[in-house]
């Protein structure tokens, strides 16, 4: 899950995603809006291992340039993932990033 916050611009997620998850320009716009409006956004559901990395690669990314008041990345958290409607889902679910 990525986070909101006021220290990021849009362009700077979008480029986020592009770089850390190889998304094109118009699904990580799609993103940065679901995180502007909803404060949060499933970014990737995936092992946690895998989830684990990106987390990491988006707190590694760096500060916004766009923003002076800006002092470091976003922020993401892992939570399992959500599988209810089928019959596999368990307490061993998958985190999201």
């Not at 990525?2 to 480029?15: A, F, G, N, R």
């Not at 909803?38 to 760096?62: C, D, P, Y």
């Not at 976003?74 to 679910?93: Q, R």
């Amino acid at each position: 899950m990525l986070l909101d916050d006021d220290d990021h611009s849009y362009e700077y997620v979008i480029e986020l995603l592009a770089k850390v998850f190889h998304f094109p320009a118009e699904k990580g716009y799609q993103i940065a809006k679901a995180v502007d409006s909803q404060g949060r956004a499933v970014v990737i559901t995936t092992h946690r291992e895998h989830a684990e990395l990106k987390q990491e690669q988006i707190h590694s990314f760096g500060a916004d340039p766009r923003i002076a008041s800006c002092s470091g990345a976003m922020s993401a958290i892992l939570e399992p993932a959500d599988l209810s409607g089928g019959d596999d889902a368990s307490d061993d679910s998958p985190p999201r990033a």
